[in-house]
């Protein structure tokens, strides 16, 4: 098998969530420990830090990576879904995992894998594993796939948990109130092992609170003394946030909801720092050039590890910006900030795919703009002309394009240089977009 036939069976014969949604959805680990005890359970071979939560995930796993990256760590980094190329899902130190390795481990297992008949996130997750361990890295971020308690990243027992925060998606899955979902979020709180809380509410706090004392584990909340004290855009748009631990920092991520993520961030940091794993020492110039060289990983964090689609800057004039937003809780952030840009003119390339909840984030979307929905091409995408039929329920002005290079390419046409153009609504979208166009 060469690489590109590798790729094609494990999207094509495995059943894939992200392709096929419910279909590809795989509930349990049983699979999940035969593919770990097949490889003699590479993950216990390296510290590991484990990641949940609705929103957030990428960027704190990426942000935490970097700064990993800048102490001297060989870092793996394990997250979902990609945007462009499959390997951005398996990298170290930035550096995605090589086709000679995925193919080679695809050939190699093939015939263990027509028996098991596993997902394709539970192969992926036990390739991810594999690869850090043959590859020695120190530690490896890992990201939850789908809730926690079930996901089939949860065989790990970290160093350090982080859940973001809770909000409304994939309640078909993992329930329908705030309470269910935190639950499910929560199970990935080990014993002994400190969690850091990124944002709570009052259904969710007593959630994880009854969980860390059942597995009498610490629990950081991020919002408690959290560490961003005020922050400002600065003229080429980046954000510049003042923090009672690092001081400023300059931020390349521009989108409004990264500042409570900035919080998860340090506040994660600074537990490393407490467990030792992050430089914190009394001595005031090594302190200072540490912090130095944090300071710099966050304001490098897309070079470091390839972050890429959050409000993410592709073009000027007209600017063009993508993101990879999805949901009611991203877009109660990016409604507001895309309705708030001083831009005359803007242009809206928007698609969803058909589980999300669509008319939720229909009435977040602002008025004031002009529209062309589109389908990515994926089987979960809704159809640009039944999202363009809801939107214009919602008294959104608009039209429909067939495909993604199609719509962009009328969005283009519609704008002057001073306008504003912004691609986004599904990471398929988002990523079908970066591959055509950038």
Known sequence: MDYNSVIEYLFQCLPSFEQHGKDGYKEGLSNTFELDKHYGSPHRHYATIHIAGTNGKGTCSHSIAAVLQT??????????????DFRERIKINGQPISRE????????????FDTLHPSFFELTTAMAFKYFKDMDVDIAIIEVGLGGRLDCTNIITPILSVITNISYDHTQYLGTELKQIAEEKAGIIKPGVPVVIGEVTEETKPVFEEKARL????????????????FEKADDGHFIYQTW???RIDSPLCGDYQKNNMNTILKSIRT????????????????????????EALKNVCELTGLQGRWQQVRT???????????????????????????????????????KD?????????QEAYYIFTSADSRRSLSAIELYERAM????????????????????????????????????LVGEFLKEFC
């Open 71 to 84: 102490c001297g760590y060989r870092v793996g980094l394990y997250t979902s879904p990609h945007l462009v």
């Open 101 to 112: 390795y995925v193919t080679s481990f695809v050939e190699e297992g093939k015939a263990f």
């Open 215 to 230: 597995t009498n584990s610490k629990i950081i909340y991020a919002q408690v003394k959290p560490g961003v004290v005020q």
């Open 245 to 247: 631990c690092m001081g």
């Open 272 to 295: 490393l720092a407490e467990m030792g794993y992050v430089s914190d020492c009394s001595d005031a110039t090594v302190r200072e050039r540490c912090t130095l060289e944090q300071k």
């Open 317 to 355: 004039n007209p600017q063009v910006i993508c993101d990879t937003g999805h949901n009611v809780a991203a877009w109660e952030y990016l409604g507001k900030q895309i309705a708030a840009l001083p831009n005359k003119n803007k242009v809206i390339v928007f698609g969803m795919v058909n589980d």
């Open 358 to 366: 669509v008319e939720g984030v229909l009435q977040l979307l602002p």
């Open 393 to 428: 329920k919602h008294h959104l002005n608009g039209e429909h394009c067939a495909s993604v290079k199609e719509a962009y390419n009328k969005a283009l046409s519609l704008s002057m240089p001073d306008d504003f153009i912004f691609v986004g609504g599904s990471n398929y």
